[in-house]
């Protein structure tokens, strides 16, 4: 019995990393996942960077960071971002593989992001430019969002059938 708990608990343990890493940053998003932008509350906005620090002061080499932004438009999901003038973002970037967000934006741009929670997705989202969930744009009116908005529309309008 004491074998089969320790099974259970490591089972639920790899189950919960699994689905951390997935959410947190290491599978790509398309936009046809079923559900994305309602269920799972995907939401892709326009915002200003207000401030980029790493979490942690102290790290050499940061990885985790944290973005304070002031939310512009929303572009797709379930975000409002009238509710909030200012949300506070985790993410984590740098150059491994499983990592899509490679440059911090500087203070005060304007950014096309994807988010989720108190996250920004760190792994890539074919339907943002360059796959990037975190991309420096001239503004709203920025060819980029539109493209953006047309390839969530096709993404939705063929869900993946998984």
């Not at 290491?26 to 915002?47: K, Q």
Request: charged content about 20%; aromatic content about 6%.
């Amino acid at each position: 019995m004491k074998f089969t708990m320790q099974v259970r608990i490591l089972a639920s343990f790899f189950a919960s990393c699994c689905a951390c890493l997935a959410w947190g940053g290491s599978g790509t998003v398309t936009g046809r996942e079923p559900g994305l932008f309602t269920v799972d509350r995907y939401s892709v906005i326009v915002a200003r960077i207000i401030e980029v620090k790493p979490v942690d002061q102290k790290e050499p080499n940061p990885r985790q960071f944290e973005a304070v932004l002031e939310p512009l438009a929303l572009i797709a999901g379930t975000f409002d971002p009238s509710e909030s003038a200012k949300i506070r973002e985790q993410f984590t970037a740098g150059e491994a593989a499983t990592l899509a967000i490679h440059e911090m934006p500087p203070k005060g741009a304007v950014v096309l992001v994807v988010i989720t929670g108190d996250y920004i997705l760190s792994s890539a989202a074919t339907f943002m430019p360059g796959g990037v969930p975190l991309v420096v744009v001239k503004g709203i009116g920025d060819e980029r969002v539109a493209e953006t908005l047309s390839r969530i529309r096709e993404a939705r309008a063929h869900p993946s059938k998984d």
